[in-house]
């Protein structure tokens, strides 16, 4: 089929130009493409981040359920800053006497080993263990805040957020903090 112009001469192929603006369209394109997986790998990164909080909070309150007269006691009103050095396994206390560990001492070893694990999966956080008044002398709850590096927080309250600020961190929008509340 042939394709006559107005002035007469027939048109063979699309012209460079065609070609050329067609070009630039798939390449925007694919830069738009690779933009929204680069995009979409640092959301996954942030997801696993909250996943393994979520689980560290949940050990420490196996831990904690497990000794319940350390907890009671407060032996678990601890913390762990951001800043603060990697435990390593030559700063687990032993027991006393291996045979009847008393509550403290279990207590002590359970954070040191979460702090370790914490920070195997979490690096640079940060752990506070804030416990409410007693009642009739005794602890019934324990509120967790753990703290940790966050790479994609584009929310500029971020740096506002009240449960950041609740445990000294203000100021650091990179910071992404949670609290929970166990009752053991």
Known sequence: MKFIRQNGRRQRGASMIEVLVS???????????AGLQARSMSFQKDSFDRKAAT?????????IRA???GFANGD????????AP????ADILPCLNAQNCTSAEVAAADWVMWAIALR?????AGAYMISPPL???KHIQLNMILAWQEANITDANQADDPICASVGIINNPRMRCFQWILHP
């Open 67 to 69: 000794n319940y007269d």
């Open 23 to 33: 070009l630039t369209i798939v390449a925007f394109g694919l830069l738009g493409l």
């Open 135 to 137: 009642i009739n002398g």
């Open 120 to 124: 195997s999966r979490l690096p640079g």
């Open 76 to 83: 678990y009103d601890k913390t762990l800053l951001p800043t």
């Open 55 to 63: 689980e560290m909070a949940s050990q420490l309150g196996e831990r």
């Open 86 to 89: 990697n435990f390593t396994a």
